[in-house]
C-alpha cells in the first residue's frame, strides 16, 4: 500500500496539472458516480491528507480517493493515450484543455461536499506530512492503547497518519524493537514519532525511498523486501512473519540480532 510520501507526491503531481483550470472532461467510473458530470468546475486544489487524496473543485465539491493496495493516479497531456493500464482498470478521468489525469485501480473514490471531508477523513491522526502535525498528540494516541504492539500502533492511521508497512519495519529496526513489542514498553516514543517525521520529510520529494543514507540499487532500505538475506549491519538473516487483524496481515521484516523485544506469537 502506498505511504504518506507517495500519496504526498501523488497530490503534488495531479495539483500542477489540474489546480486553477477548469475540467473539459470527467469521467467517474464507479456506479454510484457514474452519471456525476464535474465538466466546466475549476480545479482550487489536491491536497493529501494521510494516504488520502482530496481533489476540490468549484461548487463546494471534493472528489475523494484512496490508493489502496496497487491504485495510481497518472498525468499525461490532453489528447495523449493513458500509459498506466489497461482501460478496465480505469476509476477515474479528469481532464483539462492540457493535462488529464487518470486514476487506476482505485478502490476508494467519493464525492462529496467539500464542508463535510471530516466525514471521510476526521477520524484520521496527525497527518506527519500535513499543516496540522502535531507530535505530541501523536504520542500520546499511540500510547492510548499501551498494550498494542508498535507495528500495529504504527500501521494504524487513527494515531498518526502516513507510515505504512515498509516505514513500520524500518523504524522498528532503526530503533532496535521487534514490531511485536507493546507500546507501554517501548523505551522512548518520542523519538519513535521524531523518527517517522523525519523519515517522510526526506522521502516526500523522492521516487526511491531511502531510510539508510545509501541511494545506491538495493542498498537504500535495512530489513524491508530483504527476508533470508544478511542483516546490513550485523549479517543475520533477516526474518519475516505477518503481523495484523487475522485475514490482514502485513509482511513484517526484522532481525531477531539487532532488535530486541518480543518475537511474533507462535500459532
Known sequence: MPEGDTV???????HGALAGEALIRSDLRVPRLATTDLTGREVLEVVPRGKHLLTRVGGGLTLHSHLGMDGSWRVHATGERPRG??????RAVLATADRTAVGYRLPVLDLVRTT???????????DLLGPDWDADEAVRRLLSDPGRTVGE????????????NVYKSELCFLL?????????????????VALAKKLLEANKSRLSRITTGDARPDRALWVYGRADRPCRRCGTPVLTA??????????????????????????
Open 85 to 90: 493500464g489497461p482501460q478496465h482498470q480505469i
Open 176 to 192: 532496535r524493537i521487534t514490531p511485536w513489542l507493546p507500546m507501554a514498553s517501548v523505551p522512548d516514543p518520542e523519538r519513535l
Open 153 to 164: 500502533a504504527l500501521l494504524d492511521q487513527r494515531n498518526l497518519a502516513g507510515v505504512g
Open 116 to 126: 463535510d471531508e471530516s466525514t471521510l477523513v476526521g477520524h484520521l491522526g496527525p
Open 242 to 267: 505477518g503481523q495484523g487483524p487475522e485475514g490482514r496481515e502485513r509482511t513484517t521484516y526484522w532481525c531477531p540480532h539487532c532488535q530486541t523485544g518480543p518475537p511474533p506469537p507462535v500459532g
Open 8 to 14: 504526498w507526491r501523488t497530490a503534488r503531481a495531479l
